[in-house]
């Protein structure tokens, strides 16, 4: 690189991803940027960026404090610091390094100038959170709680809250964030691990083990638990008590249904609890200033590795709450990304179950730096309104683990150590005023007046402090807070008070449940729930008489449950949407009318079908009955793709838990349904006719008998499969009506249906047709599906996709599997055509016959050398690659797994950005995909108690269900109560022996295009 001349302006040679508009910088500070040197607090400041309007202060710096990862002010104005020196490896001496420090602005003017070490001789600290007078700090594997009880600013009590968190893995990865909700419980996010963590002050209480959870605790009890989310490095809430949470590539993640709402069905297949509420992978755009620091970009060895441009080191959440930056930019969600030296803003609306974020200002960002060593970890609400970040100012972020082994000596790890800066985000125009104060020092009746305050911190450290005293001359202004505050806020944290209190009156919640604000109705449902828990007054009898008197008179629990039914008919989604898992807890069956409401007038939303099917519980029959009658009524009240995958769902609930017998009627009143159309009949059979064949059933089965029900139910099935048959074989239709009909044909027989699908398996036929009946074929009673789909001619005729498809569907039945086999042996099938991860089922399989067959059968593949085909195909990169070829051969080897650019599947990992990757790296990820399997990328094995195995990712889980995901993106939900066995395997889902499928060229035009060369 040419010199920097020092006495020109000059354009530092970083572009603005989106714009493509240079940033001039200073001479001096372009050359120190170029030679990836450390600019000093000023010069930084000069090389940050920031949406227009706003400015960037300094407020602290080295040498008054190094690498801060956690912030947080006491009631005095004290900011208190987590430094963690060590990271990543303490590798500089066996003595920890980790800090708390407070820092004061004695001053007054904004900057910190006086530093007392709070504690020292921490390995990791990574989180704080001020508790009666002192610290809560997270520092894997414990919680402690630390207090300076002489005045000293030295902390001389120090206490084990918690221990056992896991430390088996990196230090990025660890317990952090206590973070105090309205609820009155901390919380922790787990780091993406876990523990067994015991309460040393608690000896009796056994230890919590878990892995894939968040944690929470109560501060005055210790009282330890795990809740749904599996944070990284931040969470928060919002104004209403909504927990937000992160991770790597998900910069904005909300918790969106706890479990405990799940387990109230056993049979509802749905698994997930958390939501991406903003763009992620590979959709999460960013728009750095600062050279590429990714690891990818830097020294890229794998295929999931962090891509630029996009979220790669999401951490540090914050939901802004105060009156320094402009009024447009309350509420708004603060991401880091310290990998690309930004700060992102999002903007948060609701209209749905879940809330939803978009880029404030797609193009630049709230803050951006052109200097890499800006490393923005932890965003955090202040006293003085202003949005905070901390910085760890540091040449190269990440731990060593996560860097080739034949690199990581050739990095710094440690280059900005003990150097770190904090800032303060203002708008451009905004003068703040300082004072000194010390809350703790207000009186109980101020303290309530606090939670009125337009800033965020003062509220929350009032409510703190009032959780902390209990006072009860809190009772009477909180009471008159709830009544007449103008702050939608202030009465969240008034109605939480009090019942912390357990001085908050039934009137006043039921009041509170048709406040004027959504936030607070959301929140008197949530505060109801242990009341309306099994009340013996509701229960009596099993019924609820809507608009009528209680048996048991009017109970407290009587006029919640009548205060908490009128929000089914909320005008806020979200309301109606908490409604529905509030209620969910009782059997009243005369209140399915207002659930199924619900449940068809927000059927587009996938949470709220789940939600109202949780509800139904085990009066799922009569949930269907009251969701066909809204239909009927009103056949406009959603669209009919809404209605087709609610009636669908329902379905497949009614279908698992109600006796054979209550099932002709309901499948004669779902074939002649008014105000169902074709397409909503023929998903009611399907979800009812999958729930039937995993109890070993079948639809021809339940309406064999010669009733009035059975035979009306036959007919609707005649006339629905006729026309399945006609839409199936129709070309002319949409794809994905064709493949809904071929699903549904999967539940007769092969007389009738066989040879129409058999007749689809042709190269003329759409990839996405073939692979649907390749589904069904197997499942038609009569069908000699293996011996079909494995005739030598058409098995060679197949594409990858089909041929994936083929396997899945014999591998997962007894007969497919015998077929299998017979077919390598006979030579039909060549033994490579069966991938490792396969021939490894085979091989373990519990059939010793079937095992025996296949050790014979691949005894010549096994232990074969994938790195010896990895050497010897290493001369094909001296090839000139073909790039339009090499999409040609991405199109049909890849998508069916991954994704790039938006184009394909997401079941392996997203390859968007693989560019920054050597040529080598890749050809030895497609040559050898079990080199390295990335974490959540393992095939899984299911045994279901129905004789099917099942193999894919494990997507998600959760009390009832778990979700695999296979090839072409096809995922299956399998009800726990279903599964028979389940086991990780060691090997990738990824074929290998690729390299058959293609010549070598069309290998290194892959490579090529991947590369985008």
């Known amino acids: 690189m040419k010199p920097i001349s020092s006495f020109v302006l000059v354009l530092v040679l970083v572009l603005d991803a989106a714009r493509a508009q240079p940033v001039p910088l200073p001479a001096d500070i372009a050359a120190l940027i170029a030679a990836e040197k450390p600019l000093t607090p000023a010069q930084a400041l000069v090389a940050m960026r920031t949406e227009p309007g706003l400015r960037v202060e300094l407020a602290a710096a080295e040498p008054l404090v190094g690498d801060p990862v956690a912030l947080a002010w006491d009631e005095k104005g004290r900011l208190f610091v987590a430094e963690n020196h060590g990271y990543p490896t303490n590798s500089t001496t066996a003595k920890p390094l980790g800090i708390i420090a407070m820092l004061e602005d004695t001053k007054g003017n904004g900057t910190f100038d006086k530093r007392t070490v709070f504690a020292s001789g921490l390995s990791y600290p990574n989180g704080l959170m001020c508790w009666r007078g002192g610290l809560i700090v997270t520092c894997a594997p414990e919680v402690f709680y630390l207090k300076d009880t002489d005045g000293n600013g030295i902390a001389d009590v120090k206490r084990v809250l918690f221990t056992g968190f896991m430390t088996n893995s990196t230090t990025q990865i660890r317990v952090a964030h206590p973070t105090l909700a309205a609820d009155g419980w901390i919380y922790l996010t787990s780091g993406l691990t876990g523990g067994k963590v015991t309460c040393p002050e608690h000896p009796e209480r056994p230890a919590v083990e878990f892995t894939k959870s968040d944690t929470r605790f109560r501060p005055d009890t210790l009282e ?159 006293p003085d309104g202003a949005l905070y970040v901390a910085s760890m100012y540091r040449k190269f972020i990440d731990h060593p683990q996560y860097v080739p082994a034949d690199m990581r000596d050739k990095l710094d790890f440690n280059s900005g150590r003990d150097q770190g800066r904090i800032y303060r985000l203002v708008a451009e125009d905004k003068k703040i005023a300082r004072k000194k104060f010390d809350l703790g020092k207000a009186s109980t009746k101020q303290l309530v007046g606090e939670l009125e305050n337009p800033k965020v911190w003062w509220r929350e450290t009032a409510f703190r402090l009032l959780l902390e005293r209990r006072d009860p001359a809190a009772v009477k202004p909180l009471n008159t807070l709830l009544e007449k505050s103008k702050s939608p806020q202030a009465r969240v944290l008034a109605l939480r008070l009090l019942d912390a209190l357990a001085v908050l009156s039934t009137d006043q919640l039921a009041a509170a449940m048709h406040d004027r604000h959504p936030g607070v109705r959301e929140n008197a449902l949530l505060i109801a729930e242990p009341v309306l828990d099994a009340p013996e007054s509701v229960r009596a009898g099993g019924q609820l008489a809507l608009g009528e008197p209680f048996a048991g008179g009017g109970s407290d629990a009587s006029r919640l449950v009548l205060a908490a039914l009128s929000l089914t008919d909320d005008s806020d989604a979200r309301v109606r949407f908490q409604t529905l898992l509030t209620l969910g807890s009782h059997d009243y069956r005369s209140a399915q009318r207002r659930f199924a409401e619900v449940a068809v007038r927000d059927s587009g939303d996938r949470w709220t079908r789940a939600a109202a099917l949780a509800t139904a519980g085990r009066q799922s029959a009569e949930f269907l009955d009251a969701v066909l009658a809204r239909i009927a009524f009103d056949p406009r009240a959603a669209s009919p793709e809404n209605i087709s995958a609610l009636v669908g769902e329902t379905c497949r609930v009614v279908g698992a838990s109600q006796p054979p017998e209550k099932l002709v009627p309901i499948l004669a009143q779902l074939t002649s349904a008014r105000g169902l159309d074709y397409a909503a009949q023929s998903a009611a059979v399907t979800g009812l006719g999958e729930a039937l064949r995993s109890r070993k059933l079948s639809l021809t089965q339940i309406a064999s008998a010669s009733t009035v029900d059975a035979i009306k139910a036959r007919e609707g099935l005649a006339r629905l499969m006729r026309g399945a048959l006609q839409l199936a074989t129709d070309g002319a239709q949409p794809v994905p009506a064709r493949q809904a009909a071929i699903g549904m044909l999967a539940f007769f027989d092969f007389a009738t249906a066989g040879q129409p699908l058999q007749s689809l398996i042709n190269p003329q036929q759409p990839t996405e047709i073939q692979t649907a009946v390749v589904k069904v074929l197997p499942l038609l009673a009569g069908s000699d599906a293996p011996k079909f789909l494995l005739e030598a001619a058409r098995w060679k005729s197949f594409s990858p996709s089909v041929r994936e498809a083929v396997l899945a569907a014999l591998m997962s039945q007894t007969a497919g599997v015998e077929a299998l086999l017979a077919a390598v042996e006979s030579g039909a099938v060549a033994p490579t055509g069966i991938d490792p991860t396969r021939r490894a089922q085979l091989l373990k399989n519990r059939n010793k016959a079937v095992a025996a067959k296949a050790e014979e059968l691949f005894k010549n593949l096994q232990g074969s050398d994938r790195m010896k085909v990895y050497e010897e195909y290493k001369s094909i990169l001296t090839l000139k690659p073909n790039a339009a070829n090499g999409h040609a051969s991405f199109a049909k080897v890849c998508v069916q797994c991954h994704q790039l650019n938006g184009e394909g599947a997401k079941v392996g990992p997203d390859l968007t950005g693989v560019r920054n990757q050597p040529a080598e790296v890749l050809l030895l990820h497609i040559l050898v995909p079990s080199y390295e399997i990335v974490a959540g990328f393992n095939a899984y094995e299911i045994e279901t108690k129905d004789g099917r195995t099942a193999t894919g990712l494990l997507a998600s889980e959760t009390p009832t269900s778990v979700m695999l995901r296979r090839a072409l993106g096809e995922e299956e939900t399998i009800l726990r109560s279903n599964i028979a066995t389940m086991a990780a395997g060691a090997l990738s889902l990824m074929p290998d022996e690729l390299e058959k499928t293609m010549s070598k060229q069309d290998l290194r035009d892959l490579i090529g295009f991947l590369k985008g060369e």
Request: glycine share 8%; proline share 7%.
């Open 224 to 382: 330890f638990e795990t809740v749904p989310g599996l944070a990284q490095f931040g969470e928060c809430f919002d104004d209403f008590g909504r927990k937000f949470t992160v991770d790597n590539r998900h910069p904005l993640q909300m918790v969106a249904m706890q479990p405990r709402y799940l387990k109230r069905n056993p049979y509802l297949a749905f698994s997930e609890t958390i939501a991406d509420v903003a763009a992620s992978a590979e959709r999460g755009a960013v728009y750095p200033l600062a050279k590429d620091q990714t690891t990818a970009g830097m020294m890229p060895t794998l295929l999931h590795a962090p891509h630029a441009g996009t979220f790669t080191s999401s951490c540090g959440i914050r939901i802004y709450g105060g009156d320094a930056l402009p009024t447009n930019f309350y509420g708004s969600s603060f991401t880091c990304e310290p990998a690309q030296s930004l700060v992102q803003r999002q903007v948060i609306s609701s209209g749905g179950a879940i809330l939803k974020a978009v880029h404030a200002h797609p193009g630049t960002e709230v803050m951006v730096s052109a200097d890499s060593w800006f490393r923005p970890v932890f965003a955090q609400n202040a």
